[in-house]
């Protein structure tokens, strides 16, 4: 995986181990090589090592490798090898050079240089290892993939005493006795992550996954884990799936992403699923391929028996590996540091008070990194000192606390404030914008967020301007927290800000959301796409955010957060995070006695619950929402909620009551004298009439919307009344009226990038062409009805027109 691409790789490995191969490479970058980084004696070790294997210079790397293998020519091959080492090794300008070589070789073959061990040619990649007497050329040409399959993370730094578990895991994903899915299990800090990583990059490097890795970090023990469906979901975008395509249903995803994968397998061959840091098997089951040439990696606190994995349990370190990996930290930082070998008793004891967890192997390591002059037997006794400890959770927890609690306390006071701080922010992830909030400055404080990432306690997150915490980092700094009163209050101070950025912002993207021109320009955001931008980074801590409502602290503002949420949440089709918020709100609203803020939130959810095919559910939301607002005095938003419910009756086919339930608001609307809504009101009526077949009445009920919306300027609800006019009109046999009306709703729709809607009024246009005979046009129309649903992100809706399209061919 490299260079954002997924690379058919190539190698040819000279070491005192032997020779391997896989695939080809041709002689002209290997040429290119020697000519290039180590100059005519480069040339001349071609033409020897060729020569002495009976080979022609221009002979490919296979049959170089084959040659090797024969006792006899191994000899000339490993000495080559050396040879070349011993080169590169003195030639720190070798990329510039190769390059250059290759342009001479295979003119036009792209080579570029980025810097560091890798020269990139096209896809392929070379990478320059001097280690003893071992080469690894790797070259691969691929055709350009999805970045995200190039998100395997980097190999662990540090990585040792796991060699029995790495060969199991090896063995499961590949070897004779491999498995669909392997699980590492073990206690938080045990180092399942750095395993599995490890393990995957070492079964890259063999070729078993030349369709790529696709890594996902299902934070299963965040109070807001990431749930089956975002993991999906996720997938699909990074298996180049766009959000537009991606269906309603989750079944629907599911099947999707089980298609996709089957389809990249039989094209590029087997992927690996890496699923980190899963709580249970539902969160894993959607993410198992259909196809049995793929494989799935989890990791989890848990063990996870449901799946019928091949579970590979993760225990603490050796005190020798321990050690170790003491050792291996400190000499990476300083090659001369010698502290673990000068004292291997407090080496030991040191590995024992952090329960030989690679984590607090690493904290504790930081901290003798960071402070040269202290001594382990020092480092140790303070360890040993400390009182303030992780709860027990499992063997060896304790000591991870002890590591946390003493690398926090020797944190300057501000470093030490911001990990207090960033412990308590919501989400798995944190924007730099909601890093300023939680401190209450105006900027980030980046010197101090580097500082605590090179003190492992906090990582990069997944883009830039993006930060994380380990979860147990997380606990800690939120134990912190809640150890202290004063802090305590601190922290609910900073959450405050958090929600009031929150609150604004999401404001702001709803104003522009349901910006209409001819009104104020909002603020913030310059267009759509960047409130729903802005919107779709934050989404998984707006989410979270709204969930705080279940502290009365915070009940208010989350109710209004959740009602900003729902127009970006419907317009991006998040209806499962819409049903979520919502149902959040609402009891948030119950908890502080806020009955308008209740029937509100009742409100979403019922829109919500409608757009999932909850019918029922929906009718009982508006129902209790019709209730509260009345009992609360609240005319209008009585009427909203008869309106409402109306259409959800409608869709049951409970004709009459939802006719019913459209004139009391319709009657309502106009008591209150709300034109806009009285034309919504309006608008469906017509609905409810062209359903019982009242066509009469239903193209009143949308001329008499159609001209409320024209003389309030509201230009959406002008292009609703035009589409349900034309299907009145088509019903009553007038074609020319009803294909004028379908064309005006379908421009206005499109002009405010409202696929959906305009998809629907296209497909309309398309079936009254169709039925009139008009099939060049009708054909048109459903090619453009399903550009417009692929926009939408409805993408069964797009596959169904483009059906109808082809059958018209």
Request: glycine fraction near 10%; charged fraction near 25%.
């Amino acid at each position: 995986m490299v260079g954002g691409r997924v690379c058919r790789r190539s190698y040819l490995c000279l070491s005192r181990c032997g020779t391997g191969v896989h695939g080809h490479m041709r002689a002209a970058l290997l040429t290119a090589l020697f000519e290039g980084a180590c100059g005519e004696d480069g040339r001349r070790a071609v033409e020897s090592l060729a020569r002495s294997l009976g080979l022609e210079v221009g002979a490919s790397v296979v049959e170089i490798a084959e040659a090797a293998r024969e006792p006899a020519r191994r000899e000339a091959v490993r000495e080559w090898g050396k040879r070349l080492a011993g080169l590169l090794a003195d030639e720190p300008t070798v990329a510039g050079a190769v390059a250059a070589a290759m342009e001479r070789h295979a003119p036009g073959s792209g080579a570029a240089w980025y810097g560091g061990d890798h020269c990139d040619f096209r896809g392929g990649i070379f990478l320059r290892e001097a280690i003893g007497v071992q080469v690894v050329i790797e070259f691969g040409g691929a055709a350009a993939a999805p970045e995200a399959l190039a998100s395997l993370p980097p190999r662990p730094g540090g990585f040792t005493g796991r060699d029995g578990e790495t060969a199991e895991l090896l063995r499961a994903l590949g070897g004779s006795a491999a498995v669909l899915v392997s699980a590492v299990s073990g206690l938080g800090g045990i180092g399942k992550t750095a395993l599995a990583v490890e393990t995957a990059h070492l079964a890259c490097g063999q070729g078993w996954f030349p369709g790529g890795v696709l890594f996902v970090d299902l934070h299963g023990y965040d109070e807001e884990p990431v749930t089956a469906d975002q993991a999906l979901q996720s997938l699909l975008r990074a298996l180049g799936v766009q959000p537009e395509q991606l269906p309603v249903r989750a079944d629907d995803r599911a099947s999707l992403y089980r298609s996709v994968l089957a389809e990249r397998g039989r094209e590029r061959g087997a992927v690996l699923v890496l699923a980190d840091n899963a709580s249970s098997p539902e969160q894993v089951r959607a993410l198992l391929p259909g196809d049995d040439r793929h494989r799935v990696l989890v990791t989890s606190r848990d063990r996870l028996t449901q799946l019928g994995a091949r579970l590979v349990p993760l225990d603490q370190l050796t005190p020798e590996h321990a050690r170790g990996l003491l050792d291996l930290a400190l000499r990476t930082a300083s090659p001369e540091d010698s502290r673990v070998a000068d004292d291997v008793d407090a080496a030991g004891r040191l590995a024992r008070l952090c329960g030989h967890l690679p984590l607090a192997l690493q904290i504790a390591a930081a901290l003798l990194v960071e402070d040269p002059g202290m001594t382990i037997a020092e480092l140790t006794h303070e360890l040993a000192a400390s009182r303030d400890r992780l709860a027990q959770l499992d063997d060896g927890e304790r000591s991870v606390r002890a590591a946390f609690d003493l690398s926090y306390r020797r944190l300057p006071l501000g470093q030490a404030r911001l990990l207090r701080l960033l412990a308590l922010a919501p989400g798995p992830e944190v924007s730099d914008e909601v890093v300023a909030a939680l401190v209450g400055v105006k900027a980030p404080p980046l010197a101090e967020l580097r500082a605590l990432a090179r003190a492992h306690l906090v990582d990069r997150g997944s883009g830039h301007g993006w930060w994380r915490l380990h979860d147990l980092v997380r606990e800690f700094g939120a134990g912190v927290v809640a150890g202290d009163a004063g802090l305590s209050e601190e922290g609910e101070v900073a959450r405050e800000r958090v929600m009031g950025l929150y609150h604004r912002t999401v404001s702001d993207a709803d104003e522009r959301l349901r910006w209409l021109p001819g009104k104020a320009e909002p603020d913030r955001f310059a267009d759509r796409e960047e409130a729903l931008e802005w919107c779709d980074g934050e989404r998984a801590g707006l989410v979270a955010a709204v969930s705080w409502g279940r502290e009365v602290r915070f009940a208010e503002v989350a109710v209004r957060l959740a009602e900003c949420l729902g127009e970006y949440l419907a317009w991006r089709r998040y209806f499962d995070d819409w049903i979520t918020v919502s149902d959040a709100a609402r009891k948030a609203a119950q908890r502080v006695g806020d009955q308008v803020g209740e029937a509100g939130a009742w409100t979403s959810l019922g829109l919500a619950l409608q757009e999932v095919g909850k019918a029922g559910e929906s009718i009982d939301a508006h129902g209790r929402c019709r209730e509260l607002f009345h009992s609360a005095g609240y005319p209008l938003g009585e009427a909203m909620a008869w309106n409402n419910l109306g259409l959800a009756l409608a869709e049951v086919k409970r004709k009459s009551e939802a006719i019913d339930a459209l004139l009391r608001s319709r009657d309502l609307y106009q008591a209150a004298g709300d034109r806009q809504r009285e034309a919504v009101a309006w608008n469906n009526l017509g609905l409810a009439h062209w359903e019982a077949r009242r066509v009469d009445e239903s193209i009143d009920a949308h001329s008499r919307a159609l001209e409320l919306c024209q003389a309030v300027g509201d230009s959406l609800g002008e292009a609703r009344a035009c589409n349900n006019l034309g299907l009145a009109m088509e019903e009553a046999g007038r074609v020319e009226d009803a294909v004028e009306a379908y064309g005006t709703a379908a421009e206005i729709f499109g002009k405010f990038e409202d696929w959906y809607r305009a998809a629907l009024a296209l497909q309309n246009l398309a079936i009254v062409h169709e039925n009139a005979r008009r099939l060049t046009d009708a054909r048109i129309h459903w090619l453009r009805a399903a550009d417009a649903f692929a926009r939408a992100n409805a993408s069964t809706e797009a596959a169904q027109v483009r059906a109808q399209a082809k059958a018209l061919e």
